[in-house]
């Protein structure tokens, strides 16, 4: 989901929403990334009306990531399909 | 402040210094989120910390378990067969019991500092176990004596100590009286206590 455009800031509630994930186990994820370098995180300008927000978005390193990711479970999803298929 | 924010506030700061900010962040969306979902992201502040700190998931799980079955004991002895005349807090089984505490206490310093904790990471964790412990045993006994007064206010020792108060008017403003002096006074020397011997275990272990 971040690596679907990695250059765009996200909020942490839209993060989960979008994805269906609780918070809880959001954010402690979340922080592993930034722990592995694979995310960069930062305070919102405030605005008038509202208080900063976090924002998270993935790292150059956490966007080579991803895709490895997505690639692998492509990758893999090909591997298993025709065995899943009915013979 | 309301209360969530205040125990919000808190759990931050129990967070370690460079993780302080996802707690913070989870906080500023909490402010944003319409009030019924507010519930759950107050709970996912709570799975940061467990998450993020180690030390303070194992002093909470551990505590809560001995805590229980602590809380079992008292409603046992107080509400139980013979709870007439339940053990002194001088009698052997309860001395020992609080000698097997202190075992424990040391035990648990020694293990986690064997999984790689620091020498603070194991004295907070009995520290932990022994304020969930303690508020757990106070809490449950303030309930038992004020629920079922009656059987509590026979025993010879309840009669005794409030016959030598006189400050109180009744006997349950007696007990309740005791039992929040008790949870005031032994959380935080509990909590010192089993972080000296929490740190005397890890120091044992190296």
């Not at chain 2, 075992?103 to 907070?124: H, I, M, N």
């Not at chain 2, 009995?126 to 508020?135: E, N, R, S």
């Not at chain 2, 007696?174 to 032994?186: D, F, M």
Request: with cysteine.
């Amino acid at each position: 989901m971040l690596g679907a455009d990695p250059s765009r800031w996200r909020y942490g509630y839209d993060l989960s929403a979008e994805a269906g994930i609780s918070a809880g186990t959001m954010y402690p994820a979340l922080a592993r990334l930034a722990d592995d370098g694979l995310l960069e995180h930062r305070w919102e300008l405030p605005s008038e009306n509202g208080r900063p927000r976090h924002l998270y978005r993935l790292t150059a390193a956490g966007a080579d990531f991803a895709a490895a990711r997505v690639t692998a479970a492509r990758v893999l999803g090909r591997a298993t399909k025709p065995r899943l298929a009915p013979s | 402040m309301s209360g969530w924010r205040i125990v919000g506030r808190w759990l931050v700061r129990a967070l370690p210094p460079e993780d302080r900010c996802w707690g913070e962040a989870l906080l500023r969306e909490l402010d944003e989120l319409p009030r019924r979902q507010r519930p759950v992201w107050a709970l996912a502040l709570l799975r940061l910390n467990a998450a993020r700190m180690p030390s303070a998931r194992v002093g909470l799980w551990l505590g809560a378990l001995v805590g229980l079955l602590v809380v079992a004991e008292l409603a046992y002895s107080n509400l139980g067969p013979g709870s007439a005349h339940p053990s002194s807090d001088q009698a052997a089984p309860v001395l020992a019991a609080y000698a097997l505490l202190g075992l424990l206490f040391v035990a648990t310093g020694f293990v986690q500092r064997a999984r790689g904790e620091t020498l603070a990471d194991c004295a907070r964790t009995t520290a932990i176990m022994a304020a969930v412990i303690i508020i757990l045993a106070f809490g449950s006994s303030l309930v038992i004596d004020n629920v079922w007064l009656h059987t509590v206010a026979r025993q010879p020792d309840k009669i005794d100590g409030f016959a030598h108060s006189p400050v109180f008017q009744t006997m349950r403003v007696y007990l309740i009286w005791t039992n929040v002096l008790g949870l005031l006074i032994a959380t935080p020397v509990g909590a010192i206590g089993a972080a000296a011997l929490g740190a005397l275990g890890a120091r044992a272990r190296g």
